[in-house]
């Protein structure tokens, strides 16, 4: 093995210059610099009349009346100021089959995708129908499985959230097969790389329809010319076709979660037979999704919103008290029930130089100094403190089960004066699919350790501990 031989992650590969679609027309050009074609799907003379050649010399407005000649859509110009902006998508047909197609500028490119689509309408009542799951249901993400599930009828449709460790689990699901159920199954970080997490911000609805149908090449352009990153009929990468061929499924659709411009998680689907989503129906997928998205964001605002009142008026009434009592040990005691409440926790300590009030189940008064210096050595100047999984240096090693949660909040910069929550800990069995581990293969051929996706997700189960609740709220 030689000395330069490197680690190649998944991560590591290049999806910006795939070089192959997924079986749907694609058409791309210059937009603002020449005007002319400069690489097109070798498949396009299924539905146009044209050799490849000839396509390659034809200019803007040439296909523009193209356009127009063979399906009666006229497109007069194109404001390229405006679909940078937003693309430019409509229906059309080319021999009696419907297709979708969308126009769009990325990276002084204008893209041209045809991509298949069937002739239905879309009933406002349908909608309505959405709406209402969603109204009267307690679980927006189980509902959101169940709606999309009658869209598009996969046999597996899940919810997946993206946790602080960038691990996933499975939060909600909906399915019609016998297969075991993944709800609460993790999944490790490096499943759903950190590359293509940024790609599923780009794209937020993405199918392949069948992972063993043949691709498509492009012809003109070398690959590192265009950057397919933003294209909806990009073939997915091998990697991911593997990784989907070792799940056990043929046809695999996303749609992105996002909820303050960052992705959130993903509504993953997959079916055991081939299946395409027609375009209409995978946008109504992700108008179900963003909708979804929106109402959850509704609903932590206003469970914050009805937070921040109860602490207004424990913070009003707390300084009512504080005027006409000289006694601040004596108004901090009376409010230590207040306290708790507003922070679940299972024990307090309320500490100033001249006296330490305990509530429930607190460490005791050495652990709490040794406490007190660790956290102002971390936080310095700064008033408020929380951590849901603190412990000690490793060279003060002790039982921290019933402080393993901590919240501190002080009144002064030395930090005399401060009121402490804790939590305890709790021992709790994670459910995996398969061993979160990665193997790499040496390969000859690349010099390189390659890491190949995971074949085996049966259940592994995992002990562990953390706090009942993270101490979330200061």
Same mark, same amino acid.
């Given at each position: 093995?030689?000395?330069?031989?490197?680690? #190649?992650? /998944?991560?590591? =590969?290049?999806?910006?210059?795939?070089?192959?679609?997924?079986?749907?027309?694609?058409?791309?050009?210059?937009?603002?610099?020449?005007?002319?074609?400069?690489?097109?799907?070798?498949?396009? =003379?299924?539905?146009?009349?044209?050799? +490849?050649?000839?396509?390659?010399?034809?200019?803007?407005?040439?296909?523009?009346?193209?356009?127009?000649?063979?399906?009666?859509?006229?497109?007069?110009?194109?404001? +390229?100021?405006?679909?940078?902006?937003?693309? +430019?998508?409509?229906?059309?047909?080319?021999?009696?089959?419907?297709?979708?197609?969308?126009?769009?500028?990325?990276?002084?490119?204008?893209?041209?995708?045809?991509?298949?689509?069937?002739?239905?309408?879309?009933?406002?009542?349908?909608?309505?129908?959405?709406?209402?799951?969603?109204?009267?249901?307690?679980?927006?993400?189980?509902?959101?499985?169940?709606?999309?599930?009658?869209?598009?009828?996969?046999?597996?449709?899940?919810?997946?959230?993206?946790?602080?460790?960038?691990?996933?689990?499975?939060?909600? *699901?909906?399915?019609?097969?016998?297969?075991?159920?993944?709800?609460?199954?993790?999944?490790?970080?490096?499943?759903?790389?950190?590359?293509?997490?940024?790609?599923?911000?780009?794209?937020?609805?993405?199918?392949?329809?069948?992972?063993?149908?043949?691709?498509?090449? #492009?012809?003109?352009?070398?690959?590192?010319?265009?950057?397919?990153?933003?294209?909806?009929?990009?073939?997915?990468?091998?990697?991911? #076709?593997?990784? #989907?061929?070792?799940?056990?499924?043929?046809?695999?659709?996303?749609?992105?979660?996002?909820?303050?411009?960052?992705?959130?998680?993903?509504?993953? /689907?997959?079916?055991?037979?081939?299946?395409?989503?027609?375009?209409?129906?995978?946008?109504? /997928?992700?108008?179900?999704?963003?909708?979804?998205?929106?109402?959850?964001?509704?609903?932590?605002? =206003?469970?914050?919103?009805?937070?921040?009142?109860?602490?207004?008026?424990?913070?009003?009434?707390?300084?009512?008290?504080?005027?006409?009592?000289?006694?601040?040990?004596?108004?901090?005691? *009376?409010?230590?029930?207040?306290?708790?409440?507003?922070?679940?926790?299972?024990?307090?300590?309320?500490?100033?130089?001249?006296?330490?009030?305990?509530?429930?189940?607190?460490?005791?008064?050495?652990?709490?100094?040794?406490?007190?210096?660790?956290?102002?050595?971390?936080?310095?100047?700064?008033?408020?403190?929380?951590?849901?999984?603190?412990?000690?240096?490793?060279?003060?090693?002790?039982?921290?089960?019933?402080?393993?949660?901590?919240?501190?909040?002080?009144?002064?910069?030395?930090?005399?004066?401060?009121?402490?929550?804790?939590?305890? *800990?709790?021992?709790?069995?994670?459910?995996?699919?398969?061993?979160?581990?990665?193997?790499?293969?040496?390969?000859?051929?690349?010099?390189?350790?390659?890491?190949?996706?995971?074949?085996?997700?049966?259940?592994?189960?995992?002990?562990?501990?953390?706090?009942?609740?993270?101490?979330?709220?200061?």
């Amino acid at each position: 093995m030689s000395e330069a031989a490197k680690i #190649l992650n /998944c991560e590591r =590969r290049t999806y910006t210059s795939v070089r192959k679609n997924s079986g749907t027309l694609a058409i791309f050009w210059f937009s603002t610099l020449i005007g002319k074609c400069i690489a097109i799907s070798e498949n396009c =003379r299924r539905w146009l009349p044209l050799d +490849l050649p000839a396509a390659m010399q034809l200019k803007i407005h040439d296909f523009l009346g193209f356009i127009y000649q063979e399906t009666g859509v006229k497109i007069e110009s194109l404001d +390229l100021s405006h679909i940078s902006r937003s693309p +430019l998508t409509f229906k059309t047909h080319l021999h009696g089959e419907c297709f979708q197609l969308t126009i769009y500028i990325h990276n002084d490119l204008l893209f041209l995708e045809f991509e298949k689509n069937e002739s239905i309408v879309i009933e406002l009542s349908q909608l309505n129908e959405f709406q209402r799951n969603f109204d009267f249901s307690d679980n927006i993400w189980q509902t959101l499985c169940e709606n999309i599930y009658r869209i598009i009828g996969f046999d597996r449709i899940m919810v997946y959230q993206f946790l602080e460790d960038s691990s996933g689990i499975v939060i909600a *699901e909906k399915k019609t097969i016998q297969e075991e159920s993944l709800l609460g199954y993790r999944y490790p970080e490096f499943d759903i790389p950190q590359q293509a997490r940024k790609l599923y911000l780009k794209n937020l609805a993405r199918q392949t329809p069948d992972i063993h149908a043949d691709t498509v090449p #492009l012809f003109g352009a070398e690959p590192t010319q265009i950057d397919l990153s933003k294209s909806q009929i990009r073939a997915l990468s091998p990697i991911h #076709l593997q990784y #989907l061929h070792n799940f056990g499924v043929r046809a695999s659709a996303s749609f992105s979660i996002v909820i303050d411009d960052k992705l959130w998680g993903l509504v993953a /689907c997959q079916n055991i037979t081939p299946k395409f989503i027609p375009y209409d129906r995978k946008s109504l /997928c992700l108008f179900v999704t963003h909708y979804a998205a929106t109402k959850y964001l509704v609903e932590q605002q =206003r469970i914050k919103i009805e937070d921040d009142q109860k602490i207004k008026e424990i913070e009003l009434e707390l300084k009512e008290r504080l005027v006409f009592n000289s006694s601040i040990e004596k108004t901090l005691k *009376e409010f230590a029930k207040p306290f708790m409440q507003a922070i679940p926790s299972s024990g307090l300590i309320i500490r100033s130089p001249d006296f330490v009030t305990r509530y429930g189940e607190t460490p005791s008064d050495y652990l709490l100094e040794e406490i007190h210096a660790e956290i102002n050595s971390r936080i310095g100047d700064e008033n408020i403190f929380t951590s849901h999984a603190f412990s000690l240096p490793n060279n003060k090693k002790t039982d921290n089960s019933n402080w393993t949660g901590v919240a501190r909040i002080s009144f002064d910069k030395e930090h005399d004066y401060a009121i402490y929550w804790f939590r305890k *800990e709790i021992l709790t069995e994670e459910k995996w699919a398969g061993i979160p581990e990665k193997h790499p293969i040496f390969s000859e051929e690349k010099n390189a350790y390659i890491y190949s996706p995971r074949t085996s997700f049966q259940l592994w189960k995992k002990q562990g501990k953390r706090p009942i609740r993270k101490m979330e709220y200061v």
